[in-house]
């Protein structure tokens, strides 16, 4: 991981920008004692959402809702 003071990044912005798009993290440092304040990342890097199971029975019962079947949230988690 490269790091880079907030002036370097400025000046060559487009430049980060693009060894980002191929795949490089930088980390943007400020001050004197270069502490880190930032980090770009490849978009594709990050860890994709897994899909959120129904409970611990999913797979094991079948559920209907009915078609005139109406809940807010709040409703749902009881704050009404």
């Known amino acids: 991981m490269k790091s880079l ?3 370097e990044f400025k000046a060559n912005f ?3 920008l693009e060894k980002v798009r191929q ?3 930088i980390e943007i440092v400020y001050g004197k004692k270069r502490m880190p304040v930032a ?3 490849p978009i594709n890097s990050s860890k994709p959402k897994k899909k959120r199971k129904l409970g611990i029975l999913e797979g094991k ?3 209907i809702f009915a078609d005139d079947f109406k809940m807010t949230e709040d409703e749902l988690i009881n704050l009404k």
């Open 14 to 16: 487009s430049e980060v």
């Open 39 to 41: 980090r770009l990342v």
């Open 23 to 25: 795949g490089e993290t």
């Open 5 to 7: 003071p907030v002036g």
């Open 61 to 63: 019962v079948k559920y």
